[in-house]
């Protein structure tokens, strides 16, 4: 289940077809990115950003990741993880009311980047 989403009005993925796919074909890109390079290649390129951690900590963090398998090959958001997560909110008291994946769930733009 993913656990890291976007979202955008209808009128502004509407207006801004371009800017929604450039922004997905571009997280597309990093999840290319890691599904075709090493923990210890991922781990030198993310360093910068964890400035207080060192090198060996986020290849340790990292390699975890990739043996847990974490990352998807895409960003398409299928029906049955978004059933997962709809059941983890309704759980926690967090969900009211459940929403049809159809008339929540854009996958078009996702599956575009894939291509």
Do not use: C
Not at 2 to 9: D, L, R
Not at 12 to 21: A, F, G, L, V
Not at 89 to 113: H, M, N, Q, W
């Amino acid at each position: 289940m993913p656990y890291t989403a976007f979202s955008a009005k209808s009128s502004y993925i509407k207006d801004n077809p371009e800017t929604i796919q450039g922004f997905t074909n571009a997280l597309q890109k990093g999840m290319d990115y890691v599904n075709s390079h090493s923990p210890e290649e991922i781990a030198k390129i993310i360093a910068p950003q964890f400035e207080e951690t060192d090198l060996e900590t986020i290849t340790t963090i990292v390699e975890r990741y990739y043996n847990q398998d974490t990352w998807k090959e895409n960003l398409i958001f299928e029906e049955d993880s978004f059933t997962l997560l709809q059941n983890i909110l309704e759980e926690a008291g967090e969900l009211s009311e459940r929403v049809p994946y159809d008339k929540l769930v854009d996958i078009t733009f996702a599956t575009e980047a894939a291509k």
